[in-house]
């Protein structure tokens, strides 16, 4: 949620070079649509082009994106790749070994706790494209998540496509959208000469340069039931932010809650205290597959990781029927309570 400015509130400032200022009197078009199953949102000081041009840039872009990597369209790339028979090579498009490229990354850097190959859990547990069910896998199911003969280790670039390991399947899901939200923004600023904007893709967002009145681009973190804390407030400015968390898409089973976020180990969903993990970086992409790490991770492993690598995060961490806050070093070091 964008807000005007911060009052009485927790606030994240990181530091930035002090950007270029658009005219005082200058106008912010909002321009909206739909993606991916759920809404992307723009707000920017137009440099070149009309809303109209900008919109239609902004949904090729989008589209793109979507044909090479959903997985549950069945002409997507993506589709064609987790289709392809074992070890064979799929010729992939740039953009998406591009993605798979930095899954990759974060894979390698969060020893596994991000992994993009969990389509098969992802999709058992009812959270892909079918509707969320109430019942559980069953056990052999389960059994077989957990044993899975192939992961993210086994994904090979090669001849500009993919060698396609037995029995994986790639959901890039913890990823496109924070990815989108990057492209998006490099056509705001390469094709349209924007200088200040802000991006929302699915939640995801990203924020250059400052509004008019000269105040960063503020926004809201969610506020989930059972916070002890109160509002959280970051200031993007030449920053993106993602969340990860478990009352965004989940089911209840005897009493017990499931959320949509699977523990690569057991390919079942986390049974860690995890609610949630708030992520900012310099590029949406990393934030959005930090965040999802972070919740496998769970809360001490998660902020003793971000201490080592220098990640600004806001863990939330569930504390019989409270939510309990806890900061990263450098996290800490952005905020300031008013």
């Given at each position: 949620m964008v807000v005007a400015a911060p009052d009485d509130v927790g606030i994240f400032?990181?530091?930035?070079?002090?950007?270029?200022?658009?005219?005082?009197?200058?106008?912010?078009?909002?321009?909206?649509g739909q993606a991916f199953g759920t809404s992307w949102q723009v707000k920017a000081v137009l440099g070149q082009g009309d809303a109209a041009e900008v919109q239609a840039r902004i949904e090729a872009c989008l589209s793109e994106i979507d044909i090479q990597m959903s997985p549950y369209k069945a002409q997507s790339d993506l589709c064609r790749f987790n289709g392809a028979g074992p070890w064979q090579h799929v010729t992939l498009?740039?953009?998406?070994?591009?993605?798979?490229?930095?899954?990759?990354?974060v894979a390698q850097l969060t020893d596994g706790a991000f992994d993009p190959c969990l389509l098969e859990a992802v999709e058992a547990w009812g959270f892909g494209s079918r509707a969320v069910g109430t019942g559980?896998?069953?056990?052999?199911?389960?059994?077989?998540?957990?044993?899975?003969?192939?992961?993210?280790?086994?994904?090979?670039?090669?001849?500009?496509g993919l060698i396609h390991p037995e029995g994986l399947r790639l959901d890039l899901n913890?990823?496109?959208?924070?990815?989108?939200v990057d492209c998006v923004m490099d056509v705001l600023r390469d094709e349209f000469g924007v200088v200040s904007a802000l991006v929302e893709?699915?939640?995801?967002?990203?924020?250059?340069?400052?509004?008019?009145?000269?105040?960063?681009?503020?926004?809201?973190?969610?506020r989930v039931p059972g916070a002890t804390f109160g509002r959280k407030l970051i200031a993007l400015c030449d920053h993106a932010v993602a969340v990860s968390g478990d009352?965004?898409?989940?089911?209840?089973?005897?009493?017990?809650?499931?959320?949509?976020?699977?523990?690569?180990?057991?390919?079942?969903p986390l049974d860690n205290r995890m609610a949630g993990a708030v992520v900012m970086d310099?590029?949406?992409?990393?934030?959005?597959?930090?965040?999802?790490?972070?919740?496998?991770?769970?809360?001490?492993?998660?902020v003793a990781f971000c201490a080592q690598h220098e990640i600004?995060?806001?863990?939330?961490?569930?504390?019989?029927?409270?939510?309990?806050e806890r900061l990263s070093p450098l996290m800490a070091a952005y905020g300031t309570e008013e």
């Open positions: 400032i990181p530091p930035v070079d002090v950007p270029q200022k658009p005219p005082a009197d200058a106008d912010i078009t909002t321009i909206s498009p740039p953009m998406l070994l591009d993605v798979v490229a930095k899954a990759v990354e559980l896998p069953p056990e052999p199911v389960r059994d077989g998540l957990k044993a899975r003969p192939s992961d993210w280790r086994d994904l090979v670039v090669q001849d500009g913890a990823i496109a959208k924070g990815y989108a893709v699915g939640g995801e967002l990203k924020g250059i340069g400052v509004r008019p009145d000269g105040q960063p681009w503020w926004v809201e973190i969610d009352w965004r898409r989940y089911f209840v089973h005897d009493d017990k809650s499931y959320a949509h976020t699977i523990d690569p180990l057991t390919g079942c310099k590029d949406c992409w990393r934030a959005d597959a930090l965040a999802t790490a972070l919740m496998v991770m769970g809360a001490d492993r998660a600004a995060a806001l863990i939330m961490v569930r504390d019989g029927e409270h939510i309990i």
